[in-house]
C-alpha cells in the first residue's frame, strides 16, 4: 500500500537518496503521473503538458533515475501460462 500525499514538495524532500518509480498515463486528453517512494506517493492529474509542476515531477524523476512502470498487471496474471497462447492481459 502506498500513502499519498497531496504536496509535491513533500515527497520531494522525503526522497533524499531513496529510489523511486513513476508512472505517465493519459486519459482523454488529461496526463496523470503517479510517483512513488517508498510507502509515500504522489498523484496529480494535468490539462496542460507544460504545467511547471508536471514538467518539474517528471525532471525530478529522470534526474534521479527512478524506474518508470509502463504498465501494471496482477501476478497472477503475469506469470500464468496460457495454453492457447493468448495474453491474459
Not at 509535491?8 to 503521473?33: F, M, N, P, R
Request: hydrophobic share 35%; glycine share 8%; with cysteine.
Amino acid at each position: 500500500m502506498v500513502n499519498l500525499v497531496e504536496d509535491w514538495e513533500v515527497l520531494q524532500e522525503y526522497a533524499g537518496d531513496k529510489q523511486g518509480y513513476y508512472q505517465v498515463l493519459s486519459t482523454d486528453g488529461a496526463i496523470e503521473v503517479r510517483v512513488a517512494i517508498g510507502k509515500l506517493g504522489f498523484k496529480e492529474q494535468f490539462d496542460n503538458n507544460a504545467d511547471l509542476l508536471l514538467t518539474r515531477t517528471l525532471a525530478f524523476c529522470r534526474t534521479r533515475k527512478y524506474v518508470r512502470i509502463s504498465e501494471t498487471v496482477r501476478d497472477g496474471f503475469f506469470a500464468n501460462k496460457n495454453p492457447k497462447g493468448n495474453r491474459p492481459f
